[in-house]
């Protein structure tokens, strides 16, 4: 149980065109999903925290009309980069919190791997 | 503001040798600690995760890792690597103002023959 899958699990793309990632949780209820960036070599980063039914909260410089961010479900949200451009290249993972779970636990996504040309 | 902090970038040891990989976080009160695992180019599996109780916490692939509440630490153990644990280990905390994680900067566990 508790599984996230991503889609695409990898995506190339040209300079300026948008690109949307799917962050679904298969088998449970997410109130809340959390999206992070991954440069290579580097840890985690926040990038926003995503509630179903209301605005995204964005971390402190992350361009909330550049990386838009829609959670329509309680098992779907999706990040789209708009614009896109070579620094947005990274390793995009999403995880999803367990609608009336306990403690905090979430549950990863395997992760998108976007490369801009 | 919580953080996390993994003083080792990257670790070497001998397969069969045992292994402690150390975290240390900075939080006012009990604190949700995790310890994930990313091999190259995948994401994150969790290893084990300490909420209360019992401070020594067993996870998967034979890893456990020791809450020490006056040393501010959850340092991952394992008994006898393989080679197969060559990966990337992050340590994280939830958020204090909400429930996202803040990973630390990671350590590389290189496993050699």
């Known amino acids: 149980g508790a599984v996230v899958s991503q889609h695409p699990s990898w995506v190339i793309c040209k300079s300026g065109t948008s690109v949307k990632i799917e962050c679904r949780s298969l088998?449970?209820?997410?109130?809340?999903m959390f999206w992070y960036r991954q440069f290579p070599k580097q840890s985690l980063m926040l990038m926003a925290t995503?509630?179903?039914?209301?605005?995204?909260?964005?971390e402190q410089g992350v361009e909330k009309d550049k990386f838009l961010i829609n959670h329509a479900s309680l098992t779907l949200s999706t990040l789209t980069v708009t614009s896109a451009h070579p620094e947005d290249s990274s390793f995009y993972i999403c995880?999803?919190?367990?609608?009336?779970?306990?403690?905090?636990?979430?549950?990863f996504g395997p992760g998108t791997r976007l490369t801009v040309l | 503001a919580q953080s996390v902090t993994q003083p080792d970038i990257h670790i070497t040891v001998s397969e069969g040798a045992s292994l402690e990989l150390r975290c240390n976080y900075s939080?006012?009160?009990?604190?949700?600690l995790f310890w994930y695992v990313q091999s190259p180019g995948q994401g994150l599996q969790l290893l084990l995760k300490?909420?209360?109780?019992?401070?020594l916490v067993q996870g998967i692939k034979g890893f456990e890792a020791e809450f020490k509440r006056s040393q501010s630490s959850f340092n991952l153990r394992k008994p006898s690597v393989h080679w197969s644990d060559a990966a990337e280990y992050f340590c994280?905390?939830?958020?204090?103002?909400?429930?996202?994680?803040?990973f630390g900067k990671g350590t590389t566990l290189s496993v050699s023959s």
């Open positions: 939080y006012g009160a009990t604190p949700y």
């Open positions: 995880s999803a919190r367990l609608a009336g779970g306990k403690n905090n636990e979430q549950f």
């Open positions: 994280a905390v939830v958020r204090q103002a909400g429930t996202a994680l803040i």
């Open positions: 300490y909420f209360s109780g019992d401070t």
């Open positions: 088998d449970f209820q997410a109130t809340t």
């Open positions: 995503s509630n179903e039914g209301s605005k995204a909260t964005y």
